[in-house]
T-cell receptor, first 105, second 117 residues
Framework: GEDVEQSLFLSVREGDSSVINCTYT??????LYWYKQEPGAGLQLLTY?????DMKQDQRLTVLLNKKDKHLSLRIADTQTGDSAIYFC?????FGAGTRLTVKP | NAGVTQTPKFQVLKTGQSMTLQCAQD?????MYWYRQDPGMGLRLIYY???????DKGEVPNGYNVSRLNKREFSLRLESAAPSQTSVYFC????????????????FGPGTRLLVL
């Protein structure tokens, strides 16, 4: 069936770049999304990419889409402690399990 | 809270009890959703409503019912709670019909934490 998969944990040092990866199966998705969830809060839309794009950059965030391989990634440049959160990849009506990003000072 | 409020914030139930989770939006959007979030499983869609008066099953609808009596409110009911329904429940709204003008940009409420003993 259709699925969205991502690794569960990522730990980086403050100032380094973070790369969170996601694979999906529904090739009909028009948009793909990254959401951020801080502790005790709901999800907030972080960024999204249209399926006919390869890359989208938004300040410290870079989204890369490989439609052939159905692979989506989120790169956070100059990662800060405030970036510590769970990041969800989503397509259509399905969400990945979330990647918990821990930023160490 | 992205224009979505949920009540209660936290609830403890005994097995077999019933309750209704309330969700309201203040943006007059057509689409609303209920998800449950469980550790290591991400969000799973329980039910959604594309417009007032219509509801459809999502991925995990068993044990739940929903009601969309007006555009603003979308409630989730557990008729006979089970321990397997212990979870965090999120309601979301979407700007536009179906999956939205930007096809799925959803705005989430703060969640309801439910514990079923």
């Amino acid at each position: 069936g259709e699925d969205v998969e991502q690794s569960l944990f990522l730990s980086v040092r403050e100032g380094d770049s973070s790369v969170i990866n996601c694979t999906y199966t529904d090739s009909s998705s028009t948009y793909l999304y990254w959401y951020k969830q801080e502790p005790g809060a709901g999800l907030q839309l972080l960024t999204y990419i249209f399926s006919n794009m390869d890359m989208k950059q938004d300040q410290r965030l870079t989204v890369l889409l490989n439609k052939k391989d159905k692979h989506l990634s989120l790169r956070i440049a100059d990662t800060q402690t405030g970036d510590s959160a769970i990041y969800f990849c989503a397509e259509s009506r399905r969400f990945g399990a979330g990647t918990r990003l821990t930023v160490k000072p | 809270n992205a224009g979505v409020t949920q009540t209660p914030k936290f609830q403890v139930l005994k097995t077999g009890q019933s309750m209704t989770l309330q969700c309201a939006q203040d943006m007059n959007h057509n689409s609303m959703y209920w998800y449950r979030q469980d550790p290591g499983m991400g969000l799973r869609l329980i039910y959604y409503s594309a417009s007032e008066g219509t509801t459809d099953k999502g991925e995990v609808p068993n044990g739940y019912n929903v009601s969309r009596l007006n555009k603003r409110e979308f409630s989730l009911r557990l008729e006979s709670a089970a321990p397997s329904q212990t979870s965090v429940y999120f309601c979301a709204r979407c700007d536009g019909g179906g999956w939205g003008v930007r096809l799925g940009t959803q705005y989430f409420g703060p969640g309801t934490r439910l514990l079923v003993l």
